[in-house]
């Protein structure tokens, strides 16, 4: 009896339902020990700290600031109820997004088994459970584990609706695309693909088919015909004309409606005008590292730098190994090539991230990249199950060593270690200290580590007209008031890899050391450094300065905000104190 005929007969008996459910299960319980087991061992970074303030707005509050941004609503309507009940501890924050991503686990198997068999199904579940690349981002408080959820249904339920044209499969592609779309605008990038499976593979081939057949109906007479022709048309034309309409106002508010200062958010990260401080505006340039960086971070999760370089270097064999893979999907369904122009849209932002390399964030490929893993679990249930078998054995392993580095690696290139610098902070204040910190947009994971008794400084400030006073002369300006006033002045430097923000942190060191400020104390965390200066006639105890707590071990607390007046700016300091 053949492989395939032996799992149809035993994916249809008791023993075979309940072995398959058992696996599917034990999958979801892996999944969701490795999302909790690691959910605090970084701390928040800075879009994380975004969410805490977006979502902590009122409901109406929300909608208007996001009409106006660069992200739609969705998730952050969902993250305001969800911080109403559960608190803004970073666990709190961060379990929306474990729950949405260990979800995925068994629709992965559903989506798996319904497009092709149970085989398939399961090794989807695997996937998606042991995936570094999923785990990470079901572990975050931003939008990408509910994207990777929503795209996963959107190429589901669209292979169903197509394939059994009933009206329930229909209104599900409808509800999880519009889903999808109202979380991330990139998801447009997968909607474009399945348009193109439907105009080219759907209609284009069944009424090239008809014709040949002589059956068709349709004609540049009877275009109506075309609806006879292609039975699926009516609905899917429907369906789309809602996502349209519904995405369309929204947008159209997002678009063209500007802002008191110029064009909307969105409109200028699209143009570059509203890029974040430092970020080089679009050009065309070869960035090809940039791509493979981001199919390595897709396969292996997120690693020291030194062992994302060597990941890197093995894109040759990872090209071999894709071709020889190619010969397994041979010939090419339907409903592969429905999957296959959905992932197309990896190849299209990667074209785009060749003139705004902002793309070029894995993150981005959330939404496009839901199908691909489909595709790959097609790919390993086509092999036979003696190569299959030790091949999945290695894959699981190394899935699980990766996961463990990415886990709880210190020199994890995506991590900023802004967390441990703040609690030093908090851990070593004393009455009369001020914090800058560089660069300035800093200011959310300020508020959410710092209590507002303490004063703290984004630098460079803002000064009239919102115009930044980032020249030498006019940070020394801002620094000096700020230090004319305090006893101590920490200094926490993040973001040192951008060149704009390393100028200000060096004219900032430049005039402490000019002024015969003394950095009694030095701290070097992950991508982030503190400094504690002191003026000449003050001395730090050796036994006065605690570190913070290590990353791992920190308390997953939301942080202590003590009653009291918030910091007022010393006199003739542009800006505002940030306080929570």
Same mark, same amino acid.
């Not at 889903?179 to 284009?204: D, E, P, S």
């Not at 960035?287 to 040759?316: E, K, Y």
């Given at each position: 009896?053949?492989?395939?005929?032996?799992?149809?007969?035993?994916?249809?008996?008791?023993?075979?339902?309940?072995?398959?459910?058992?696996?599917?299960?034990?999958?979801?319980?892996?999944?969701?020990?490795?999302?909790?087991?690691?959910?605090?061992?970084?701390?928040?970074?800075?879009?994380?700290?975004?969410?805490?303030?977006?979502?902590?707005?009122?409901?109406?509050?929300?909608?208007?600031?996001?009409?106006?941004?660069?992200?739609?609503?969705?998730?952050?309507?969902?993250?305001?109820?969800?911080?109403?009940?559960?608190?803004?501890?970073?666990?709190?924050?961060?379990?929306?997004?474990?729950?949405?991503?260990?979800?995925?686990?068994?629709?992965?198997?559903?989506?798996?088994?319904?497009?092709?068999?149970?085989?398939?199904?399961?090794?989807? /579940?695997?996937?998606? @459970?042991?995936?570094?690349?999923?785990?990470? %981002?079901? #572990? +975050? *408080?931003?939008?990408? =584990?509910?994207? $990777?959820?929503?795209?996963?249904?959107?190429?589901?339920?669209?292979?169903?609706?197509?394939?059994?044209?009933?009206?329930?499969?229909?209104?599900?592609?409808?509800?999880?695309?519009?889903?999808?779309?109202?979380?991330?605008?990139?998801?447009?990038?997968?909607?474009?693909?399945?348009?193109?499976?439907?105009?080219?593979?759907?209609?284009?081939?069944?009424?090239?088919?008809?014709?040949?057949?002589?059956?068709?109906?349709?004609?540049?007479?009877?275009?109506?015909?075309?609806?006879?022709?292609?039975?699926?048309?009516?609905?899917?034309?429907?369906?789309?004309?809602?996502?349209?309409?519904?995405?369309?106002?929204?947008?159209?508010?997002?678009?063209?409606?500007?802002?008191?200062?110029?064009?909307? /958010?969105?409109?200028? @990260?699209?143009?570059?005008?509203?890029?974040? %401080?430092? #970020? +080089? *505006?679009?050009?065309? =340039?070869?960035? $090809?590292?940039?791509?493979?960086?981001?199919?390595?971070?897709?396969?292996?999760?997120?690693?020291?730098?030194?062992?994302?370089?060597?990941?890197?270097?093995?894109?040759?064999?990872?090209?071999?190994?894709?071709?020889?893979?190619?010969?397994?999907?041979?010939?090419?369904?339907?409903?592969?090539?429905?999957?296959?122009?959905?992932?197309?849209?990896?190849?299209?932002?990667?074209?785009?991230?060749?003139?705004?390399?902002?793309?070029?964030?894995?993150?981005?490929?959330?939404?496009?990249?839901?199908?691909?893993?489909?595709?790959?679990?097609?790919?390993?249930?086509?092999?036979?199950?003696?190569?299959?078998?030790?091949?999945?054995?290695?894959?699981?392993?190394?899935?699980?060593?990766?996961?463990?580095?990415?886990?709880?690696?210190?020199?994890?290139?995506?991590?900023?270690?802004?967390?441990? *610098?703040?609690?030093?902070?908090?851990?070593?204040?004393?009455?009369?200290?001020?914090?800058?910190?560089?660069?300035?947009?800093?200011?959310?994971?300020?508020?959410?580590?710092?209590?507002?008794?303490?004063?703290?400084?984004?630098?460079?400030?803002?000064?009239?007209?919102?115009?930044?006073?980032?020249?030498?002369?006019?940070?020394?300006?801002?620094?000096?008031?700020?230090?004319?006033?305090?006893?101590?002045?920490?200094?926490?430097?993040?973001?040192?890899?951008?060149?704009?923000?390393?100028?200000?942190?060096?004219?900032?060191?430049?005039?402490?050391?000019?002024?015969?400020?003394?950095?009694?104390?030095?701290?070097?965390?992950?991508?982030?450094?503190?400094?504690?200066?002191?003026?000449?006639?003050?001395?730090?105890?050796?036994?006065?300065?605690?570190?913070?707590?290590?990353?791992?071990?920190?308390?997953?607390?939301?942080?202590?905000?003590?009653?009291?007046?918030?910091?007022?700016?010393?006199?003739?300091?542009?800006?505002?104190?940030?306080?929570?």
């Amino acid at each position: 009896m053949s492989s395939r005929s032996h799992e149809t007969v035993s994916g249809t008996s008791d023993e075979g339902r309940l072995k398959t459910a058992l696996t599917v299960v034990t999958w979801t319980l892996v999944g969701l020990a490795l999302r909790v087991a690691s959910i605090n061992t970084r701390g928040l970074w800075l879009d994380e700290a975004i969410t805490v303030k977006q979502a902590s707005r009122t409901f109406l509050r929300i909608i208007q600031k996001m009409a106006t941004g660069v992200h739609p609503p969705l998730y952050h309507i969902t993250m305001h109820f969800w911080l109403k009940y559960f608190g803004t501890s970073e666990v709190a924050l961060r379990s929306f997004s474990v729950i949405v991503g260990v979800i995925a686990i068994p629709v992965a198997y559903w989506a798996g088994k319904r497009i092709y068999d149970r085989r398939t199904g399961l090794i989807a /579940a695997g996937l998606i @459970s042991l995936s570094p690349f999923h785990i990470w %981002y079901s #572990q +975050e *408080a931003r939008m990408y =584990a509910f994207l $990777f959820l929503g795209g996963l249904l959107s190429a589901t339920f669209l292979v169903l609706a197509v394939r059994e044209n009933r009206k329930h499969l229909w209104v599900g592609y409808l509800v999880f695309t519009t889903m999808g779309l109202f979380t991330h605008y990139f998801f447009l990038f997968l909607m474009v693909g399945q348009i193109l499976f439907y105009v080219f593979g759907i209609v284009w081939n069944t009424e090239r088919d008809a014709r040949h057949a002589k059956t068709a109906q349709a004609s540049w007479r009877n275009p109506k015909g075309l609806f006879a022709d292609v039975p699926t048309l009516g609905p899917w034309l429907l369906v789309s004309l809602a996502m349209v309409l519904f995405i369309g106002v929204w947008l159209a508010n997002s678009v063209f409606v500007p802002a008191d200062s110029g064009p909307t /958010a969105l409109v200028g @990260s699209v143009a570059g005008s509203g890029l974040g %401080y430092g #970020q +080089e *505006a679009p050009r065309l =340039a070869l960035r $090809f590292n940039d791509v493979a960086i981001v199919v390595a971070q897709m396969t292996v999760g997120f690693h020291s730098p030194a062992a994302m370089g060597s990941f890197v270097s093995l894109w040759p064999g990872l090209i071999y190994f894709a071709f020889l893979l190619m010969g397994l999907i041979r010939p090419v369904s339907r409903w592969t090539w429905a999957l296959l122009l959905g992932a197309g849209g990896i190849l299209v932002m990667f074209a785009l991230g060749q003139w705004q390399g902002q793309i070029l964030a894995s993150r981005y490929f959330v939404a496009v990249g839901a199908p691909a893993f489909l595709l790959t679990a097609r790919l390993l249930a086509k092999l036979e199950l003696r190569v299959a078998r030790p091949l999945m054995a290695v894959m699981i392993v190394f899935a699980l060593v990766a996961w463990a580095d990415q886990s709880y690696n210190p020199n994890n290139a995506m991590t900023h270690d802004d967390r441990a *610098a703040f609690q030093t902070i908090v851990a070593n204040y004393q009455p009369g200290d001020a914090v800058i910190y560089v660069p300035f947009y800093l200011d959310p994971l300020a508020t959410y580590y710092l209590p507002q008794s303490i004063p703290q400084y984004g630098m460079p400030r803002y000064g009239e007209f919102d115009v930044l006073r980032n020249s030498q002369a006019l940070i020394d300006e801002d620094t000096a008031r700020i230090a004319a006033s305090a006893k101590r002045v920490w200094v926490l430097l993040s973001f040192q890899d951008i060149d704009p923000v390393r100028n200000d942190s060096q004219a900032i060191r430049y005039w402490m050391k000019h002024n015969g400020y003394t950095a009694e104390k030095q701290v070097s965390l992950n991508q982030v450094e503190l400094l504690l200066y002191t003026p000449p006639e003050v001395v730090v105890p050796p036994s006065f300065f605690t570190p913070a707590p290590s990353t791992s071990a920190t308390s997953s607390a939301a942080p202590t905000q003590p009653p009291s007046a918030s910091a007022t700016p010393p006199a003739g300091v542009p800006g505002t104190v940030t306080t929570p």
